[in-house]
């Protein structure tokens, strides 16, 4: 904010009843990453070519030609401030803006460092870093993309010429979305069916150059654009999602990345002692960032929701004085407070996440592979609860804010479209939480054989005391206390799993009984995925926490965000036993109370994401809650009042009122 401009959401901060700063510093995870975000965001805040208040105006065309004029000029201030990996990607961050640049960083560098052996991640990665070949990720075809084993690329050995002829065999094997794909990449990363000397091996990725680095024209058998346009105005249509097909295109051996499995100059194929599934860990790798990204995302709407809520008002005035601000209904309240303490949540359990991805590459790194299951269901699990909710708090924070939260420069509606994808991409959310299911029943069906559940699913090891426990909340103050939500939670996740096993044990056929439950093990894993976010909540409050009254909003939003979800899956709860009728209304009076002792804090609570106003992009969100004047200012800058009168009166306005004159007159 400007130095003396005026601020009127200013009577709400002074209500905070915590030092601002220091949640700051606990939301981005250490004093030096709140450092360098700040200083990031104001850079890019600060750089004209950044803008992109005029997004949703410009044509495809235009938005794509800026798109790489962003990343073009980002990448040169990068080089130009020579500045640190970590510097570069928050800048990529408030940029704002889904460019090729992504999925380069973010799914092709991953899969050769992830996939390729040390000499093909010597070879590539240099070229890489520098941005001499820009890469992308080309897994998914027009027929197949959650079945990745149902893919129909071939990448044929030919021991003739020690290469493999990459081939599009039908319409539907055409690679299809990957993004930066359409018009950028000079590389992917494709995946295709290994064949060699007849026989099939799975799928694998091989880096396959696309355009030429001279001219950037596809190369011979390459048939490679655009998909087309996307949900939303702006949105996601800065990003050339593409399709691409091969025409017995031929490359060398040593571009199979090689790391799970070796073909040799002989045609020999070797499996290393790597398990198989580490060719999915590039999109293991994604999902993980992917949880973090939707804490920021639903930050982002509840920053501005909240913020607007404060300012807006409506009915309530008494003897002429303001009107209620609409924060102050408990209905609103009821809407928003629990997405806010969704965001916290979403934050410090992709915190966590990050660490045990971070645990799990390292024993990855030493050969040891058993934690591979459980990091791949925490991945895939919580990016699909995560990204399912976030899009739906998106929505309603739109809600939230009436009418003016459907303008685009409210940011809410550009901001809905451009993360919906992200329940699809990375794995279709029903998709991912079948995966968790599978490991779930694997993990009941494993409790009786003497195997100690660990990690997320150690509660199942009390599956004995859990199955028949009864949760002894007798008051609302009760459902304060975290070990007995955390057991509630923990009776609900894992009678749902048993259940689903016990019917799962009718079928003969155990696929067929998969298939036939399959509604019902997707819930079980939400709630298993769900308690995981409670908990790691809790566990995050176990730390030492700076700052005046820091660790107690956490504990009130720790509470909202637990029994916000016990209420709306009050259902379950009760159905399981895990908790009485009685018991649920209490839940339900507690939380009614927390919300009155989130009031007084929400605005701060927001304020301390520490998004610059550049970042939020929202007239309704801004710092200094200066909406109406600011509103009716930018309804001017519409391309349509450039002149008062429309262009296509005299052709069809006009026309129209002489016609009803004529008619009149008759
Ligand atoms: C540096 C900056 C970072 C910034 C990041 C920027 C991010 C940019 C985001 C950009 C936005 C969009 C990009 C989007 C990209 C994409 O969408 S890429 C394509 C993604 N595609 C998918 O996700 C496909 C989903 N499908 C699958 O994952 C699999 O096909 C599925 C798991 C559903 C099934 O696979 P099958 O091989 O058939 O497996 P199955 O027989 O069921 O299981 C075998 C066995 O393997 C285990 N398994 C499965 N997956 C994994 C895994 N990933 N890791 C480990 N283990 C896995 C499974 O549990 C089974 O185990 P079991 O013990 O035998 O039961
Ligand atoms: C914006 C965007 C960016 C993308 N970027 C890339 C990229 O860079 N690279 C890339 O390779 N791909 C990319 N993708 C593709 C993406 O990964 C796939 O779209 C995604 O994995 C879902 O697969 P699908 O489209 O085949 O959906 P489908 O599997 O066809 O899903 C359709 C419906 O069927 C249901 N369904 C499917 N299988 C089952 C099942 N076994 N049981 C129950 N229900 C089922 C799903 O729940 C869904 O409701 C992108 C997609 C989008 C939207």
Redesign the pocket.
Known sequence: MEVGAPDYLAGERQTAEFDVESMKVTWAGSRHALEVSDRMARLVASDPVFRKDNRVMLSRKELFKNTLRKAAHAWKRIVELRLT?EEA?RV?FFVDE?AFT??H???F??AIKGQGTEEQQQKWLPLAYKMQIIGC?A??ELGH??????LETTATFDPKTDEFIIHSPTLTSSKW???GLGKVSTHAVAYARLIVDGQEH??HGFIVQLRSLDDHMPLPGITVGDIGMKFGSGAYNS?DNGVLRFDNVRIPRDQMLMRVLQVTREGKVIQSDV?????????????Q??VA?ASCALSRAVCIATRYSAVRRQFGSQNGGPETQVIDYKTQQSRLFPLLASAYAFRFVSEWLKSLYTDVTEKLQRGEFST??E???C??GLKSITTSATADAIEECRKLCGGHGYLANSGLPELFAVYV??C?????NT??L??VA??LV?TVSQLGSGKVPVGTTAYMGRARHLIQCKSNVQSAEDWLNPQVVVEAFEARSLRMSVACAENLAKFPNPEEGFAQLAADLVEAAAAHCQLIVVTKFFEKLQQDIPGKGVKKQLQILSSVYALYILHKHLGDFLSTGSITPKQGALANDQLRSLYSKIRPNAVALVDAFNYTDHYLSSVLGRYDGNVYPTLYEEAWKDPLNDSVVPDGYQEYIRPLLKQQIRNARL
């Not at 993309?145 to 149902?150: D, L, R």
């Not at 999915?280 to 790798?285: C, L, N, S």
């Open positions: 990996e990607s990529r889904p992504d999925l960083w973010g799914m560098v991953p990720y897994q998914t993309g959650s079945n990745v084993q149902g979305w990957p993004g799975g799928v990003m398990p198989r599934q580490l060719i999915y860990g590039t999109m293991v790798f994604v999902r960032t992917i990204d591979l299951p990091a791949h269901a991945t895939a994808p992200a699809t991409y990375e794995g279709d998709v991912l079948l995966q599978r490991f694997k």
